[in-house]
């Protein structure tokens, strides 16, 4: 037994790997994943002070259900299927009903035949490998930078297939708990029974949040995160203590039911349950793969390798050819959609919540579960993440060039300078809420859309993969103050540009401003009158840095 300075240690030595390894990750633009799974192998292989079971013994698992439940909610907040082009939307939704299933199927038959399986730990298997997720998709892509098609295809599979994979475990879960693996007959309306304790209570805890969010919005809206973060664990624990693991399936009834209230506005919950999340993502990786053993390891990674195999070359493209069938994308941009499908947190964290489950069940091969998830989700991400980008360009589907400017303010002066940079060949996207403005921007050649600030951080990071620089140039100074403050969470400060602000407004400190174009001299009226009166205008960028020259047509100096 570990002493209090050990577990003390032990703790801290957790946390900083966790975050460590997130960091790290992020200079190196990897998924933290990535190094997540070995960082945490390698401490419990050569440490005593980072087991799970020595650090938080039966609080262990318990930890990990309320973590997975706090995940899934977060997952299911995200299904939205009305943000979707109609163009793809039935596309993803045969990906991700038909190529889930088609993956679910193959997996557990190959678990079977390969890995010598028992039939109800193959289809929990089969069914937590389904899972991708945004948390390893979303990173490859913004690498890569795949056409428009297949980012957004790939993008909304990995958001959606996580809480329904999840869900999908669940099932098979409660399946093999009933009796499927064993001798015993499945009592099937136990399993709907736990199925709908927890959906019942994943509703009417949204229900009771949804009304406690809207009073808030009120009178207390710095309330509204401690109470979602209070609402879920209530459900996740309350659902548990009725029925084994119906926590999970009240976590994503709740996130699926709150998601279709258009009423309430949940982005700053998804942003601090993103930081929440990432952090406990952290964390349990950590754990989890301090758990796995070198000698699990090796009992299951001849197998699991030729697992791996056939889930990359035969369910994968298989899975693609049948949910992509009819659909308007080319066969080039399909085959590099069968070539994506990374394998990240929420299937880690659900093996080792099923494999602690499973093995209190009394079923015989359930610690294999967690070794065999631990090898196929690094040998996914590692094979995707070392090639997705030579394939894409063999394919012809990467994408071209240094990354695009987002202009936000569809006015004249943002037109002038939108066509100057899209001129001098860059990719130039205009945000404006106002149509007019949209339809002057699309006449002159560039990419205008609605302005999509407000949304949630994962959500406006895919909006912002191609962007390199953004120049925020509205008539208002506290819109463009407010724009550049939430764009600079995303792309840092040295790459978000603002125009001077006008006479008469407040000083502000320099940690509040963006970058400032020309030396920071001209503001948005000096534009617009330059330009009104003829005056021509020039951009130049540079790596991370933007200047606008403006030369009257009268004079050879510019300023």
Request: aromatic share 4%.
């Amino acid at each position: 037994m570990l002493s209090t300075d050990e577990i003390l240690a032990g703790l801290g030595l957790v946390v900083v790997l966790a975050i460590g390894s997130r960091l790290v990750a992020e200079r190196l633009r990897i998924p933290a994943i990535v190094l997540l799974l070995p960082v945490g192998f390698v401490a419990g292989a050569i440490t005593d002070d980072v087991h799970p079971e020595a650090l938080l013994g039966a609080a262990f698992q318990p930890l990990v259900s309320l973590g997975v439940g706090l995940i899934l909610f977060e997952a299911g907040l995200r299904l939205d299927l009305a943000e979707l082009s109609p163009r793809l939307r039935s596309t993803v939704r045969r990906l991700v009903g038909l190529g889930a299933l088609t993956t679910f199927v193959g997996i557990g038959l190959a678990a079977k035949l390969v890995l010598g399986l028992e039939w109800g730990t193959a289809a929990v298997l089969g069914a937590i490998l389904v899972v991708s997720g945004p948390t390893v998709v979303l990173p490859l892509l913004a690498f890569v930078r795949p056409t428009d098609r297949v980012r957004s295809l790939l993008r909304w599979e990995g958001t959606l297939i996580d809480p329904l994979g999840a869900l999908l475990g669940v099932v098979a879960l409660h399946a093999v708990l009933q009796g499927v693996a064993g001798e015993r007959p499945l009592h099937l309306g136990a399993l709907l029974g736990s199925l709908a304790i927890g959906a019942a209570i994943g509703l009417v805890a949204a229900f009771a949040l949804g009304a406690l969010l809207e009073r808030a919005s009120r009178t207390s809206p710095g309330q509204a995160i401690a109470l979602s973060l209070m609402a879920v664990a209530a459900a996740v624990v309350g659902a548990d203590l009725l029925r084994d693991d119906a926590g999970l399936v009240a976590a994503t009834a709740m996130g699926m039911a709150l998601a279709r209230r258009k009423d309430l506005d949940v982005s700053r919950i998804l942003d601090f349950h993103g930081t929440v999340v990432e952090l406990l993502i952290g964390i349990l990786f950590v754990l989890i793969s301090a758990s796995v053993t070198p000698h699990d390891v090796g009992q299951v990674l001849g197998g699991t390798l030729a697992l791996v195999a056939i889930m990359v070359f035969v369910i994968r493209p298989a899975a693609v050819a049948i949910g992509t069938a009819g659909s308007e994308l080319e066969p080039r941009e399909r085959a590099f959609a069968a070539w994506m499908a990374p394998r990240g947190i929420v299937a880690g964290a659900t093996a080792s919540s099923f494999a602690l489950t499973l093995a209190g069940a009394g079923i015989g091969d359930a610690p294999k579960l967690l070794p065999i998830a631990f090898v196929a989700i690094f040998a996914t991400v590692v094979i995707y993440g070392l090639t997705a980008a030579p394939v894409s360009r063999l394919l012809g589907v990467a994408g071209t060039g240094s990354p695009g400017f987002l202009l936000v303010g569809g006015g004249p002066v943002a037109l002038a300078i939108g066509t100057a940079l899209r001129a001098d060949g860059n990719a130039v996207r205009v945000w404006s809420n106002v149509a007019a403005e949209r339809d002057a921007a699309r006449a002159a050649g560039l990419v205008a859309e609605a302005s999509p600030l407000g949304l949630d951080r994962i959500r406006l990071e895919a909006e912002l993969e191609e962007i390199g620089e953004a120049l925020v140039i509205g008539p208002s100074d506290d819109f463009n103050l407010l724009a550049a403050q939430e764009l600079r969470t995303v792309l840092g400060r040295d790459h978000v540009h603002t125009l001077a602000r006008g006479a008469g407004a407040d000083a502000l400190p320099p940690h509040a401003e963006g970058r400032a174009p020309s030396g920071g001299s001209l503001t948005h009226d000096d534009l617009l009158a330059r330009l009104t009166a003829g005056s021509d205008l020039t951009v130049s960028a540079g790596e991370g840095a933007v200047e606008i020259v403006v030369r009257d047509r009268r004079s050879p100096h510019s300023s």
